[in-house]
């Protein structure tokens, strides 16, 4: 009598169900976990924006009590900020991006552990808060960049128990650009800041973990504070024609103003010359002090309008709101530059947009056969993507921003002839450089090994 086939495969077939179901619940629990952190990444990012508008409200409300007080304020602020950075954070000090883009390039977890724990993130989130509290010129999405991406990397960490390194990227790389996301409202710009930005490239970067990552980290910020456009909406064409001198005009001279901004913080970030040099790296937070003072004297020239982000600023150069004049985006670059050599945590993204947004509206003054409120949106793209030398990038934020397709065409146009005129005058890209710069610091090469000595010739086999 021949034995039953099915009975004798029950036990392999139980042993590969059991296995498949394992490899299912191990899939789905990564899959969740990954899901939870991009919200919690959404939060946070919203968080952020809130404070920071509470930040530069309590600021407003000083500087309308007395705009004198800013002369104590921005310096003995800006002092705290640097002096807490280099006693107690060191890693969250700059933008947060070039930290985000080394770590994608760094070969051992410990160093990640330590520029992306939560410890520096949280520090990174609140020394933001009182920068723009006292006044520096800086922005939040560069910080919400590497607090997302901290963030991704504590969940793949402490949840996931992940130990491989390219894993471990690919989290990085969804929380940053999640960061970006969530914080300007723009899942498209996001995606594309990863891949152009971050990333440098195509090859493997298009992840389901990037696009899941993105996707609901904006759901989240759209949840909490609704589908809001961070320039709100404009109207605006630029037909091809005499139009398109605006194109022209605002990409040479954007590109000309990102450039230098550029390679002057390029040349920043390698050490100043001479004595001055010397004194800040003997004496960091007076210099952080001085950088607070000046900071102060161009808000009270101004008339406040340099400090913190420029968004307000930028958003009623958009709408055709106020017309400024030429010294506003001449006063806001310098307040900017000033800003980032102090040393604080706080990043160049929205000052830059504010800077861009002033040329585009100094620009149309000049230009009458263009329509006025797209030569501000041509200024704005064509300095943004000089200085952070990523057309896509910049074109697809600014689309999004103020919610305009109808531009697109010559947004595009603008922003690679000023990432053309900006490679000229600074070569290397400025988040490049500087992640260069902190990758080398951060986690400098192993000494390569002395090779072993030849063996000598056997004097009876010659």
């Keep these: 009598m021949r034995p039953d086939i099915s009975t004798l495969k029950t036990p392999h077939r139980i042993r590969h169900l059991r296995r498949s179901a394992r490899v299912k619940t191990t899939h789905w629990r990564r899959t969740l976990t ?38 104590a304020l921005t310096p003995a602020g800006l002092a705290l900020i640097t002096w807490v950075t280099r006693t107690w954070f060191r890693g969250a000090q700059g933008s947060g991006i070039p930290q985000a883009i080394a770590c994608l390039h760094f070969e051992r977890i410990e160093t990640i ?92 970067r298009t992840s389901g973990t990037v696009l899941t990552g993105v996707i609901l980290s904006g759901v989240t910020a759209i949840a909490l504070v609704g589908n809001y456009t961070y320039f709100g909406h404009t109207d605006v064409d630029v037909p091809i024609g005499i139009s398109w001198m605006a194109v022209l005009t605002c990409g040479l001279i954007g590109g000309v103003a990102g450039g230098c901004f550029s390679s002057l913080l390029i040349r920043v970030s390698a050490g100043l010359p001479g004595r001055v040099g010397k004194f800040v790296m003997d004496h960091p937070v007076g210099f952080a002090a001085l950088c607070g003072l000046a900071l102060a004297i161009l808000g009270l020239a101004s008339g ?5 982000t420029g968004y307000i600023e930028a958003r009623e150069i958009i709408s055709g709101e106020v017309h400024y004049s030429a010294t506003f985006f001449v006063l806001k670059f310098v307040a900017t530059v000033i800003s980032y050599c102090s040393g604080i945590p706080g990043g160049i993204f929205a000052p830059s947009l504010a800077v861009g947004a002033g040329i585009g509206g100094w620009i149309e ?89 030849l063996p000598e010739p056997d004097s009876k086999a010659a």
């Design 113 to 204: 552990n330590r520029v992306l724990s939560l410890r520096i993130a949280a520090a990174k989130f609140m020394l933001t808060l009182l920068g723009l509290f006292c006044g520096a010129s800086i922005g939040r999405e560069g910080p919400s960049v590497q607090v997302g991406a901290a963030i991704m990397h504590a969940f793949g960490r402490r949840v996931l128990k992940l130990g491989d390194l390219r894993a471990h990227r690919s989290l990085i790389l969804a929380g940053g650009a999640a960061g970006v996301s969530a914080a300007f409202n723009t899942p498209l710009g996001g995606i594309v800041f990863a891949i152009e930005e971050l990333a440098h490239s195509f090859e493997q």
């Design 365 to 453: 003054h000049f230009l009458p056969h263009t329509v006025p409120g797209a030569v501000v949106l041509l200024g704005t793209v064509a300095y943004f993507s000089a200085v952070v030398q990523a057309p896509l990038t910049a074109t697809v934020i600014v689309m999004e921003m103020c919610d305009n397709q109808q531009v697109t065409l010559a947004l595009l146009a603008t922003s690679f002839l000023a990432f053309g005129v900006s490679r000229t005058i600074c070569p290397h890209p400025l988040y490049g450089s500087l992640a260069d710069r902190f990758l080398s610091a951060a986690e400098p090469p192993r000494p390569i090994p002395p090779a072993p000595p």
């Design 34 to 71: 990954y899901w939870a952190a991009a919200v919690i990444v959404g939060v946070v990012s919203v968080c952020f924006a809130l404070a920071a508008d509470k930040a530069m409200e309590l600021r407003h409300r000083l500087v309308d009590w007395d705009p004198w007080v800013m002369l």
């Design 304 to 308: 406040g309008m340099t400090y913190g």
